[in-house]
Nanobody, 115 residues
Framework: QVQLVESGGGLVQAGGSLRLSCAAS????????MGWYRQAPGKEREFVAR????????NYADSVKGRFTISGDNAKMTVFLQMNSLKPEDTAIYYC????????WGQGTQVTVSS
């Protein structure tokens, strides 16, 4: 089992920045990627960004490319999402995700961007 705990959400004005963190615990040796998804009210959960622990490659949704940066601290099994130039349409609950034989999810953290 893998446990994920997110932190760092909040309320910010458009154009502002936030940094999300997600710490993994449990069977972390089985994790090969970690990432972020988000779900806005009335919409389906969507992919945001992902990082591979083997090699450090990253992937982003087109909607966040150039504004969001995912990074990780392998020693601490923690992944970060630096979000810059935030837009009201970035408002959502952000969920941390880990792929370790199956998907694991955090409890989610609310990000609200006011116009």
């Amino acid at each position: 089992q893998v446990q994920l705990v997110e932190s760092g959400g909040g309320l910010v004005q458009a154009g502002g920045s936030l940094r999300l963190s997600c710490a993994a615990s449990g069977r972390t040796s089985s994790i090969f990627t970690m990432g972020w998804y988000r779900q806005a009210p009335g919409k389906e959960r969507e992919f945001v960004a992902r990082i591979s622990w083997t090699g450090g490659s990253t992937n982003y949704a087109d909607s966040v490319k150039g504004r969001f940066t995912i990074s990780g601290d392998n020693a601490k099994m923690t992944v970060f999402l630096q979000m810059n130039s935030l837009k009201p349409e970035d408002t959502a609950i952000y969920y941390c995700n880990a792929a370790a034989g199956r998907f694991y999810w955090g409890q989610g953290t609310q990000v609200t961007v006011s116009s």
